[in-house]
């Protein structure tokens, strides 16, 4: 088996734009993308009482690091601002991309 | 993009103590998190055709590390011995985490 | 607590084998898994525009690095042909598996 090194992007937001952060994931060069339903709470700010529940999305990209760079820079710069959104990532061993 | 190294620690656990997990999640430090459905079927023991089948919850967490030691073993402790509950964690590069 | 390193196997691919998927897991050796329903786009081949939308199932395993192993080649060679399918496996700190 041909392993390879790539990095899984994860990024969960909103579920409003789930369509717009695919489109930016396929435009920017990525090869696919898999998502899933999420919910869950975040502080916001500094005020421990501030707690929020959304509804989310949970998106994975398996990418190459500068394809994962550039889709992270392009949501963080364009929805970080008016939508709640965190994106981190690690390294993966991709052992089979094909046919999807 | 300022990146800095995270734990995330993943629980999966029975749909029915969510609110026990997310609970300690918020009053141990973190914040935030966040679930998703899901379920699965697991080897109870030894024995290699006990499998049970179960409606779980699983949950993410991503913070500092010593945060991550203080949940994972509260919930060990308290309620590992009467759930089925399955912790690990691994470290990610967090790019942002703002508004959640 | 006791850690130990384990592989976490991640295999997404189409719902209608979520059975043949986690039968194979359960016959060669893991004690577990978790399974989420999730969904996704791929581009097939290298044309830009095929992009192909599917109903998936995303099933995680943590085990060992030789069950992991022997886990996705039965998979890539039994299923990858005929299936969407992408596997990709990293290592976690495993802390609690216990009656799952």
Redesign the interface.
């Known amino acids: ?1 041909k392993l390879a090194a ?1 990095k ?1 992007l ?1 990024i ?1 937001s909103e579920a409003q734009i789930e369509n717009e952060i ?1 489109g930016v994931i ?1 435009k920017l060069g990525a ?14 700010g500094r005020r421990s009482g501030e ?1 929020e529940e ?1 509804r ?1 999305v ?1 998106v994975e990209v ?1 990418c190459d690091s500068p394809t994962a ?1 550039k889709i ?2 392009y949501l ?1 710069k364009n929805y ?1 601002d008016n ?18």
């Open positions: 088996m790539r899984l994860t969960i695919t396929k090869h696919g993308f898999t998502s899933m339903e999420a919910w869950g709470e975040g502080a916001r707690w959304n989310n949970r398996v760079d992270a820079e963080v970080c939508y709640a959104m965190i994106l981190y990532s690690h390294t993966v061993e991709i052992i089979r991309t094909a046919k999807f």
